[in-house]
């Protein structure tokens, strides 16, 4: 409802637009009762996902695995060492994340001359230019992709003059955003997406071009048996080109309150893949390995605890989880069905700033070798195997350690910049 008592009805197709809304009783209600549409079926919702993690856990332990994650990681040979040593080093970081959150809200004060409430998470400090035609996103995207050399540029101009792309917004499109996989022996690796003008689009056509420029490596480099790459490995690229992207708009602009939003874009895409996704990947781990010990989760209120156990170790020490809306998360995500393989988005997320880093670091010859061994590999080798041979272990601290240096180096320009604007 708005201020004026008017009732609007909520959707996934309007959620967003609502929560941006100038009228603050619209974000709040939207909020509020879309997180209460889940928390009526709360005890559904946790059944189900109880009988569903049971079920795969009769399955894996009937089968003599160890333990019911043994069996999910077992496909790409990871051991549990490694999900430890995600959760360690996320967790040891958490102040960063808490530093940017302050930061965000001290400016949001002086902004909106009001105290930040969860329900404000999506208004913007700043305005900036975010009108783009399909021609301009391309070239930008040219652009920031020029450093990767004349092989993988012939391919990006490939894509464009031939119309991979399909843009256009039209009634009962899907939404978001895909490449098309397993079309081995097909040269357009076919993208769809809903061009709305905005940067968030610019930035979308960067993303998917990283996927399907990975496949027509991948195909043209590797046989059939080989080509197509795990989920381990598929958001690297992908990322890797919104990183480049986000690195070049940077540099190309005078602007402070551009530069502004896109540290904020850039952090919070951290936040959202890194520090997040390994919180639910921390939680699924406790609740599989508790129903493996027999222990019964078939209400919410004990599965809930579980969850903020967890959440408690990834957010602010000052943080209070006292309200079942405030732990709703423990229910609502759709990827707790696909069977425990969040933690590889946060793994591709830092294998491609890592990638990312080097280029910063060496310029064309880590390229290089992000491209030869890396883009045109597939799947080839194991994923830890064929990582580890273009230079990343997954199971060095120094891994950990860098990918956290440079976030924090980028959540002080923010705050710098911040205190410049909101002066």
Known sequence: TSSKNKKIKISPANRMHLMLNKDEQIRKTTQKN????????????????????????IWSLE????????????EDKVDVKLLETLYSHVKENTNIFVKYKQAHKKFFKIKYKKQFKSWDSYLPLVKIQN????????????????????????????????????YCIVDNKRSGAYSIGNTYGVDKKLILMNHDGKLESVSTLAHEAGHSIHSYFSDKNQPYNLS??????????????????????????????????????????????????????EYEFNLYNK??????????????????????????PDVKFNKDEDLYGAIMVPHYYYDFYVYKYAIGYLVANYFFNQYKKEGKKALENYINNFLKKGSFDWPLDLLKKAGVDLYNKNFYIDAFKQLEEKVDQYIKLGKKIFS
């Open 228 to 281: 197509q790459y795990p989920i381990f490995l598929a958001e690297i690229a992908s990322i890797f080109n919104e990183l480049m992207l986000n690195d070049y708009l940077i540099n190309n602009t005078k602007d402070l309150k551009t530069k502004f939003y896109l540290l904020s874009k850039s952090i919070d895409d951290f936040d959202a893949t890194v520090r997040r996704q390994t919180m639910w990947s």
């Open 131 to 166: 009108n783009y035609t399909i021609e301009e996103s391309q070239s930008i995207v040219k652009e920031a992709l020029k450093p990767m050399g004349k092989e993988y540029c012939s391919i990006l101009d490939k894509m464009f003059k031939e119309n991979w792309v399909d």
């Open 63 to 74: 089968r003599k695995y160890n333990s019911t994650i043994e069996s999910l990681i077992n």
């Open 291 to 316: 129903i493996d010990q027999g222990e019964a989760f078939s209400t919410f209120d004990l599965i809930k605890e579980v969850y903020k156990d967890v959440a408690k170790k990834y957010s602010s």
């Open 34 to 57: 879309w997180i209460n549409a889940y928390l009526d079926h709360k005890n559904s919702l946790s059944s189900l996902l109880y009988q569903h993690i049971k079920s795969i856990s």
